[in-house]
């Protein structure tokens, strides 16, 4: 998967996200997948470890762990569960921009509409967007730099083609079906059966998670259809896997 985006133009990784499985990894498993993806991939990719945490002490030692396996970044994240005030949901501009000027500071994931976006662009904030669905019109009309992607894991060409090359509202609308179907449920399900249906990821889900229902693993064939085989990261056939085909573990 990974020399699939490296040869789609894509720049960087997360690994861990707070939407992806990192939720789900101890921090051993946590900080070694981020060492691993920097040993084979860290000449060719910018490797951005979460290490964020509901803990600020959590936080820090992951992020100390996380540089002194070389990754390049770090993503961090407003406390998720223990609210802190005003920083208990959202994180709000007057915030932002009392960090803003720290050096470790390179920019910020917005996931909050095009108004953040535009009030961060014009104040010289670097910004990423947190939304593939909104992606296209957060980078050509509100100032977002580029995205961080989920659809990208699975169409690295047509993300970096909507982002970079024009203003493509034809491919932007084709993609719509994808966005959505990807968050039905919440991330990292729809993209995790993807893979499992694509065969780039064995059928094993970490509980609570579970994989989507048969109905939408057939969709799924059908926009693959519609968008191109050619254009995602695996072009052989895929199969709709019954729900025997996957393994539910309770405990790892």
Not at 86 to 106: E, F, K, R
Not at 172 to 201: C, Y
Not at 230 to 249: P, R
Request: net charge negative; proline share 5%; hydrophobic share 40%.
């Amino acid at each position: 998967m990974i020399h699939t985006q490296i040869a789609n133009g894509v720049e960087g990784v997360v690994v861990g996200g707070t939407t992806s499985e990192g939720r789900l990894m101890t921090w051993d498993e946590h900080i070694m997948l981020i060492a691993r993806t920097i040993t084979f991939f860290g000449s060719s990719l910018k490797v951005i470890g979460c290490t964020g945490s509901n803990s600020t002490t959590e936080a820090i030692c992951a992020t100390e762990q996380g540089f002194a396996v070389a990754m390049d970044a770090f993503l961090q994240v407003n406390p998720y569960y223990g609210k802190t005030s005003m920083t208990g949901q959202d994180i709000p501009l007057p915030v932002i921009y009392s960090i803003a000027g720290n050096p470790n500071m390179v920019g910020v994931k917005e996931c909050s509409g095009i108004h953040r976006i535009q009030d961060y662009a014009a104040n010289g904030l670097a910004i990423w967007s947190g939304n593939d669905r909104d992606c296209h019109d957060d980078g050509w009309t509100s100032g977002a730099a580029e995205v961080i992607s989920v659809a990208a894991n699975l169409i690295p060409g047509l993300m970096h083609k909507l982002m970079f090359e024009n203003v493509n509202l034809s491919l932007n609308t084709k993609l719509m079906r994808l966005f959505d179907w990807l968050f039905v449920e919440p991330n990292p399900t729809g993209l995790n059966t993807a893979l499992a249906q694509h065969s780039i990821a064995r059928p094993i889900f970490r509980l609570p998670d579970v994989p989507l229902p048969i109905e939408k693993r057939t969709s799924f064939v059908q926009i693959v259809e519609e968008i191109g085989r050619l254009n995602f990261v695996v072009e052989k056939d895929m199969d709709v896997l019954e729900d025997d085909d996957f393994i539910l573990l309770p405990r790892y």
